[in-house]
């Protein structure tokens, strides 16, 4: 494995093995980046849960805690993930009837050395997995989706913007 050409990928050493990245000569600055997904179901489900008629009580209000409380976990749950000061968090649920069911969004900033989109990736996902188990009872055939990185700021590889 040692005469394998050096790997773009930064989480690899020169010998291909797993490394987390060094980012101390790096400048802090601003980073934010901003995830989406989506939660579709039924019609019946979708309406339950935007009047707040089900067996768990707030599905939304639950779900826009998770996805806050799992964006501060990041570091802990993905594997060479730098745990970051985060100074906002912002998960929205936003219905959508012609899904039917719900737009996740999360925006996560914060001043450092690397970028957040592990952070925003990971507020939505949980937020759209907290959404299905606070519903399942009335609906077990719903699906998450779309899942993504819509834009990014600060760092050294730049802006991006889907």
Known sequence: ???QPKSKLSHLN?????QMVDVSSKKVTRR???AKGEIKMKLETFEAIKTGNTPKGDVL???????????????NLIPLCHSLPLHK????LIPDETLPGYHIEATVITKAETGVEME?????SVAALTLYDMAKALEKSMKIDNIRL??????????YTV
């Open 89 to 92: 968090i912002d998960v929205n």
């Open 32 to 34: 934010q980046a901003v």
């Open 1 to 3: 494995m040692s005469n």
């Open 61 to 75: 209000g639950t779900a826009k805690i998770a996805g806050i409380m799992a964006a501060k976990q990041t570091a």
């Open 120 to 124: 925003a990736l990971t507020a939505v």
């Open 14 to 18: 020169e010998k291909g093995e797993a």
């Open 150 to 159: 819509m834009s990014k700021t600060g760092g050294k590889s730049g802006d």
